[in-house]
Structures are given as C-alpha cells and as structure tokens.
T-cell receptor, first 113, second 116 residues
Framework: DGGITQSPKYLFRKEGQNVTLSCEQNLNHDAMYWYRQDPGQGLRLIYYSQIVNDFQKGDIAEGYSVSREKKESFPLTVTSAQKNPTAFYLC????????????FGSGTRLTVV | DQQVKQNSPSLSVQEGRISILNCDYTNSMFDYFLWYKKYPAEGPTFLISISSIKDKNEDGRFTVFLNKSAKHLSLHIVPSQPGDSAVYFCAASYLGFDGATNKLIFGTGTLLAVQP
C-alpha cells in the first residue's frame, strides 16, 4: 500500500536540543510539505519542497531546517532556536507543485520537557 | 492575518440530523476550496472539494456549497453519523504570482460531535 509514514509518533526533547522528525513516502509524489498544528491555529506551513534538492520556506520556517536528498524523504529538524517547539507536526505530499491532492502522514507529537 | 476562518470551534448534533460546518475567507483570489477531516493523533484526510466556478458539489452524504459574493462556504453532512465525529478543516487555494504555484491555506478547524 502506498502512503506517507511519519516517525516517531511521539517524541520528547529537552530544551536546547535539536531533534529530527522523519517523513517517508512511497507514492512517487514530487512535492512534500511540513505543517505544524497548534490548538486554535489550524495548520501552518513550515517548509515545502517541489523537487529533490530544492525546498522553500513556508510561513513559519524560523527555528526549523529541512533537506530533500531523496524523492521519498523529507526530514524536518526542529532546532534549539525554535522558541515554542511543542506541537503536532504533519508531513504531506502531492503529485506535483501545489496539486490539490494532498496526502498527509499520521503526524508526530513533539513535546519539550 | 487569518485568510480562512472557521468561527465555530465546535459543533454538536444528534445522529441522523444535518451537520452544517461553515468557513469564511477574505482573499478573492482563492480559486479552489477543500474540506479535510481529522481524527485525533492522525493526519487529515481529504473529504470533498469545489472549484470557484461552481456553487455546489455533492458526494454521498457530503455537500459543499460556495457563495463567492459572500466569500463563504459550508459543508453539509446529511444524515450525520457518530463516525463523522472529528475535526473538520476547510482549506483554500490560489494561483501564485509566478503563475504556476498554488498555495493551500487552512482554517482553524471545527470539532464536530455527533451524539448517538
């Protein structure tokens, strides 16, 4: 079955540490995205990548970094510069560009302790 | 600046009745609208969409209505079932200035609870 896998489902991080969230898809989608969900704020775009080795900042990129070395993978690093990292993180992919057919992963809940 | 707004954070309806979820937007450049459904600790799943050239789209129990003059869309679920209980996000898309890039903007979500 094709799909998009995020791991881990739950992640705890100490303040001051960087942490990397994994996102892998086997849908052969060109575009991948990272969103953050906070209560009452909807889904906010962090970073997106339309092709391999290329990515752009979304609306709230500060304190985050990404890489896109392979079509299937789009890991997100939450750095110590991110002031409020505790949130639910969602990865998505689509066939190309900003196609309307987004497929989402099941998310990673990050908690800073 | 919230371009897509869902002013009702929650909604409770009885099983078998109609659920109406509302969404307002401010950007007249939006040309495509979508509804996503999300269960706790899961990713959103696509539910139904509508192009700005239409005013209604129906898929089984789900119907989306678009009123462009009022910049308002709504999702109707008839009849509502307990399994419909979830958070519903509306989203809007527009073609960017480069002529090739659409951007998807999500609302804040409405938690629907369908009571048996």
């Amino acid at each position: 079955d094709g799909g998009i896998t995020q791991s881990p489902k739950y992640l705890f991080r100490k303040e001051g540490q960087n942490v990397t969230l994994s996102c892998e898809q086997n849908l052969n989608h060109d575009a991948m995205y990272w969103y953050r969900q906070d209560p009452g704020q909807g889904l906010r775009l962090i970073y997106y990548s339309q092709i391999v080795n290329d990515f752009q900042k979304g609306d709230i990129a500060e304190g985050y970094s990404v890489s896109r070395e392979k079509k299937e993978s789009f890991p997100l690093t939450v750095t110590s510069a991110q002031k409020n990292p505790t949130a639910f993180y969602l990865c998505a992919s689509s066939i190309g560009g900003w196609s309307y057919g987004y497929t989402f992963g099941s998310g990673t809940r990050l908690t800073v302790v | 600046d919230q371009q897509v707004k869902q002013n009702s954070p929650s909604l409770s309806v009885q099983e078998g009745r109609i659920s109406i979820l509302n969404c307002d937007y401010t950007n007249s450049m939006f040309d495509y609208f979508l509804w996503y459904k999300k269960y706790p600790a899961e990713g959103p799943t696509f539910l139904i969409s509508i192009s700005s050239i239409k005013d209604k789209n129906e898929d089984g129990r789900f119907t989306v209505f678009l009123n462009k003059s009022a910049k308002h869309l709504s999702l109707h679920i008839v009849p509502s079932q307990p399994g419909d209980s979830a958070v519903y996000f509306c989203a809007a898309s527009y073609l960017g200035f480069d002529g090739a890039t659409n951007k998807l903007i999500f609302g804040t979500g409405t938690l629907l609870a369908v009571q048996p």
